[in-house]
């Protein structure tokens, strides 16, 4: 049993409160976030919220919060548990009327929030990484959009799981788009590469933050289409999202295989510092406020 935030109270993950004709249930018509939290701090919380609201914005749903009343929520949900290190998953979905395809009038919008605890991976599986299995991309077109519609990324992830590997990763006509569920990279040449923003992929707020701590640490960063053949070439592999970090890619199909490059393996530091230093920012302002 978790703390729940539902709709403006306060309740918990074993009341059941979502309604039949939520169009969330029904149709997947919504949004999500998650949320890593360590020492009790939400982190890169500003850049999930400005991607939480331009899903919102692009699927017509009317955001629920401003970004105070967004980091207050966090607060106070973590400051309800007991939790110190976990995720913290919060969704959106466009809200309860009769079921039909189109939704016609405004509809007011359903939002939950709830916080749990998670292991995350080990020091030495950050240094192992995790295997890939390629698959045919056969998501729908508007990859950019954190929406629940996930059957296919279920699909994919059950056939990672079937195959002994880590994470699925998406091919679509010979060019490598991301995984089930994180954002690729691959040394190439010295450089960074990783597929250029466009609604072929989820911008990953991992992925940006670690685009930007590359870029700040002097390695050159490429955007662009990486073909899979290219990955023999590449001495560096690895993937990113908030419940793996950046994690190795150790195999590609059972075959391919790579270890923990220098540059993996400084990226891994400067997110971790950075985390460090949005922690201690989180509870400076906290502080500040109680004072």
Same mark, same amino acid.
């Given at each position: 049993m978790d703390v729940l935030w539902f709709n403006g109270r306060w309740t918990t993950t074993d009341e059941p409160v979502v309604r039949v004709e939520d169009r969330g249930l029904q149709f997947g018509d919504s949004i999500y976030e998650v949320l890593k939290f360590r020492r009790r701090a939400p982190l890169l919380a500003e850049r999930h919220f400005a991607r939480l609201q331009r899903c919102l914005t692009d699927l017509e749903i009317p955001p629920p919060w401003h970004l105070d009343a967004f980091l207050e929520l966090l607060r106070?949900?973590?400051?309800?548990?007991?939790? +110190?290190?976990? &995720?913290?998953?919060?969704?959106?979905?466009?809200?309860? !009327?009769?079921? /039909?395809? /189109? #939704?016609?009038?405004?509809?007011?919008?359903t939002a939950l929030a709830y916080a749990r605890a998670f292991e995350f991976p080990s020091a030495e599986r950050m240094r192992d990484g995790i295997g890939l299995v390629s698959m045919r991309d056969n998501? #729908?077109?508007?990859?950019?959009?954190?929406?629940?519609?996930?059957? !296919?990324?279920v699909f994919a992830k059950n056939h990672a799981m079937r195959e002994?590997?880590?994470?699925? &990763?998406? +091919?679509?006509?010979?060019?490598? *788009?991301?995984? /089930?569920?994180s954002s690729?990279?691959? +040394?190439?040449?010295? !450089? &960074?590469? *990783?597929?250029?923003?466009?609604?072929?992929?989820?911008?990953?707020t991992v992925r940006d933050a670690v685009i930007e701590l590359a870029q700040s640490d002097g390695i050159e960063v490429r955007r662009r289409p990486i073909a899979l053949h290219e990955l023999e070439? !590449?001495?560096?592999?690895?993937v990113t999202s908030t419940s793996l970090g950046v994690m190795p890619v150790s195999s590609i199909d059972a075959s391919l295989t790579r270890a923990r490059g220098p540059v993996?393996?400084?990226?891994?530091?400067?997110l971790t510092l950075l985390e460090e230093d949005t922690i201690d920012r989180w #509870?400076?302002? /906290?502080?500040?406020a109680e004072s």
């Amino acid at each position: 049993m978790d703390v729940l935030w539902f709709n403006g109270r306060w309740t918990t993950t074993d009341e059941p409160v979502v309604r039949v004709e939520d169009r969330g249930l029904q149709f997947g018509d919504s949004i999500y976030e998650v949320l890593k939290f360590r020492r009790r701090a939400p982190l890169l919380a500003e850049r999930h919220f400005a991607r939480l609201q331009r899903c919102l914005t692009d699927l017509e749903i009317p955001p629920p919060w401003h970004l105070d009343a967004f980091l207050e929520l966090l607060r106070e949900l973590l400051d309800r548990t007991d939790l +110190v290190h976990g &995720l913290i998953y919060l969704q959106v979905t466009r809200g309860v !009327a009769p079921r /039909a395809h /189109a #939704w016609g009038a405004a509809i007011d919008p359903t939002a939950l929030a709830y916080a749990r605890a998670f292991e995350f991976p080990s020091a030495e599986r950050m240094r192992d990484g995790i295997g890939l299995v390629s698959m045919r991309d056969n998501r #729908w077109e508007r990859r950019d959009l954190k929406t629940t519609n996930l059957l !296919a990324n279920v699909f994919a992830k059950n056939h990672a799981m079937r195959e002994k590997a880590g994470e699925a &990763l998406y +091919v679509d006509d010979g060019f490598v *788009t991301e995984c /089930a569920s994180s954002s690729f990279f691959a +040394v190439l040449n010295g !450089a &960074l590469v *990783t597929r250029e923003d466009g609604i072929e992929i989820l911008p990953g707020t991992v992925r940006d933050a670690v685009i930007e701590l590359a870029q700040s640490d002097g390695i050159e960063v490429r955007r662009r289409p990486i073909a899979l053949h290219e990955l023999e070439s !590449a001495t560096e592999l690895f993937v990113t999202s908030t419940s793996l970090g950046v994690m190795p890619v150790s195999s590609i199909d059972a075959s391919l295989t790579r270890a923990r490059g220098p540059v993996t393996e400084r990226l891994q530091q400067l997110l971790t510092l950075l985390e460090e230093d949005t922690i201690d920012r989180w #509870w400076l302002v /906290a502080r500040r406020a109680e004072s």
